[in-house]
């Protein structure tokens, strides 16, 4: 696969160690140009980079430009920008996108993740970890408004404990909790793969609880374009949603171990041996959905999450910012748009 490096991406990796291969990519199969703008680069989002390797974006036509936006709201900014042509990011962000009363506001199409794919990592080992065990310890939290935090909250308030009654420090840039914790700040990280393992790997920390265990199913993250993206160019759309389908196909039906062989040369900076572990713990917590159809349940949910969190204004229509046509023809096996009708 054939990379091009940015430079100001280059710097990112250098600085970032939480997550691995930051760099632009481009499967250069002379199909139709697309730049996809992820939040991050981490194992959690596997059924994507299976749809890469496996060579399903080239089959469907597409000719795929990975970047790392490395946040959800500078992935956004590139997608508002036309940097982008999607969007790969909690879909909070295109809750505020529409309330901030955006012409061309951002609308979900596929949702990939249905449960958090974060991890409370403890600095001592604690055989029988409950929540009430955070009292009076710092703890390095994700940004406000922002998923990771939001989902924590959430978990939080369902053990009967106020996040404001606790020591949760957010003024760590998104990636770098990692490198602050195991360089001896905080007593608790919530970290995603695969920083929790790299950290218990090296001593420094032991993984006490999933999040995603204890929220349960939560729309976590979602891929989503411009209205005005999606009602140009409706068979680019599905032919790319028909290509996530296939990778997250054979992440349900494969093995951590040969999940791990094939998503690989995503992760050079990470060993087989801790790829499978990682894919285990998401395997076992039924991580990705069998399709990628956004449900109204798993918005509403959204919603419910994100108004006790004090970040909601006002609710959000579902079926304005919610598109699941694309998702179920491709989970239908559809081969065409033909019947694919976006409102302008």
Request: hydrophobic letters at 40%; one cysteine or more.
């Amino acid at each position: 696969m054939k990379k091009k490096v940015l430079s100001l991406a280059a710097l990112f990796c250098l600085l970032l160690l939480t997550f691995s291969g930051c760099t632009n990519k481009s499967s250069g199969t002379g199909g139709t140009p697309l730049v996809l703008n992820e939040v991050a680069h981490s194992v959690f989002y596997a059924p994507q980079y299976v749809a890469i390797e496996e060579g399903y974006f080239a089959e469907e036509g597409i000719d795929l430009t990975l970047v790392t936006g490395f946040g959800a709201d500078k992935t956004m900014t590139a997608l508002l920008s036309g940097e982008a042509d999607i969007g790969f990011m909690g879909s909070e962000s295109s809750i505020y996108v529409y309330l901030g009363d955006t012409d061309d506001y951002v609308v979900n199409f596929a949702q990939l993740t249905q449960r958090a794919g974060n991890f409370l990592v403890s600095r001592e080992k604690l055989d029988h970890f409950s929540f009430d065990m955070l009292q009076e310890k710092e703890i390095l939290g994700g940004r406000k408004g922002g998923m990771p935090q939001m989902v924590f909250e959430y978990i939080l308030k369902k053990n009967g404990i106020q996040p404001e009654d606790l020591n949760i420090n957010q003024s760590i840039d998104f990636g770098s909790t990692a490198a602050a914790f195991t360089g001896g700040q905080g007593d608790f990280t919530v970290e995603f793969e695969p920083s929790a393992t790299l950290i218990e790997q090296e001593g420094k920390g032991y993984v006490v609880a999933s999040l995603g265990v204890e929220s349960g199913y939560v729309p976590y993250t979602a891929y989503s374009a411009k209205k005005s993206f999606l009602s140009s160019n409706p068979d680019t759309v599905l032919a790319f949603t028909k290509a996530l389908q296939k990778g997250m196909d054979y992440v349900n039906t494969h093995t951590a171990e040969e999940i791990a062989k094939v998503i690989a040369p995503q992760f050079t900076d990470t060993d087989t041996d801790t790829l499978v572990t990682i894919l285990n713990r998401y395997l076992e917590q039924n991580t990705w959905k069998e399709n990628l159809i956004f449900e109204e349940d798993s918005f509403t949910l959204l919603q419910n999450i994100l108004e006790e969190a004090g970040e909601l204004s006002q609710r959000v229509p579902y079926e304005e910012i919610v598109n699941t046509e694309f998702a179920t023809e491709a989970a239908n096996g559809d081969t065409s748009a033909e019947n694919t009708t976006i409102t302008p």
